[in-house]
């Protein structure tokens, strides 16, 4: 399955250090690219066998997807490390969640959701597009991690917020995606089901309802999303841009 080798490329994962994110950055290493993490807290054990369980070269920045300055900072650091001509995918998993009421959401809380899953996930993309075009790559691939949240309400949780950056993700897919197929740079999006990781564990009453939810009847672990992820980085998915993929176990879909 040639198609779906990523041997020799580079990739940037941010919000990669635990959870979905790091689940990605290990298929993507698995798929023999070398990874670059970008995130705010330290990455936790699993980071740390990923060059010595595929092979390739990991690094960890700590970035803030929120901050211009500190994103132009983490690409600039990268293109130090790894060649300001290499760099082929990027995914931006960054993200964060609150469970507030709709009539109690705060300033504060919206700017921070948007700030993150929104904001920081369209200049992640943005300077992930000015690198490939700097390294030249013929084989491009912009990953945006948008949500089951983008298609539907929430049951057992307020997230109206989180909703709403979350549909402006998948919203951003097809345009950016238009804008930057003249350059051979492909734009997906992954929308995410339920998914059993360390912001979720605290919650088992949650963990437990989801099952009800699913058409499968299970939640999801992190290994259960990654091999999309694969896919829309590699060869094998050259003909998809512009799309959202769902990997929800059929939530969405009952």
């Not at 070269?57 to 650091?77: C, H, I, P, R």
Request: glycine fraction near 10%; charged fraction near 20%.
């Amino acid at each position: 399955m040639s198609k779906f080798s990523l041997k020799g490329r580079l990739a940037v994962v941010t919000g990669g250090a635990r959870g979905c994110g790091l689940a990605f950055a290990q298929g993507l290493a698995e798929a023999g690219a070398d990874i670059a993490v970008f995130d705010v807290i330290d990455p936790v054990a699993g980071f740390n066998t990923i060059e010595s369980d595929f092979g390739v070269t990991a690094k960890y920045y700590k970035v803030d997807v929120a901050s211009m300055t500190s994103l132009e900072e983490g690409f600039a650091t990268v293109a130090s490390d790894f060649g300001s001509d290499r760099l082929d995918i990027v995914v931006a998993c960054a993200g964060v969640n609150k469970d507030v009421a709709f009539l109690d959401t705060t300033e504060a809380d919206f700017e921070r959701l948007y700030d993150i899953n929104c904001k920081g996930v369209y200049f992640t993309a943005k300077k992930g597009a000015e690198a490939m075009l700097k390294s030249g790559t013929k084989v491009g691939s912009i990953i945006l991690v948008a949500s089951i949240a983008s298609h539907m309400a929430i049951r057992s949780q307020r997230s109206s917020a989180y909703c709403g950056t979350k549909g402006a993700v998948r919203a951003m897919v097809a345009p950016i995606a238009a804008e930057l197929a003249p350059h051979g740079i492909r734009v997906n999006s992954i929308s995410p089901g339920y998914v059993r990781t360390e912001m979720t564990a605290p919650f088992p009453h949650l963990l437990e309802s989801w099952k009800d939810e699913i058409l499968n009847g299970r939640v999801a672990g992190p290994d259960d999303i990654k091999g999309a992820c694969v896919f829309l980085a590699s060869d094998a998915s050259s003909y998809c841009t512009g799309a959202d993929f769902r990997v929800d176990g059929g939530v969405t879909m009952w």
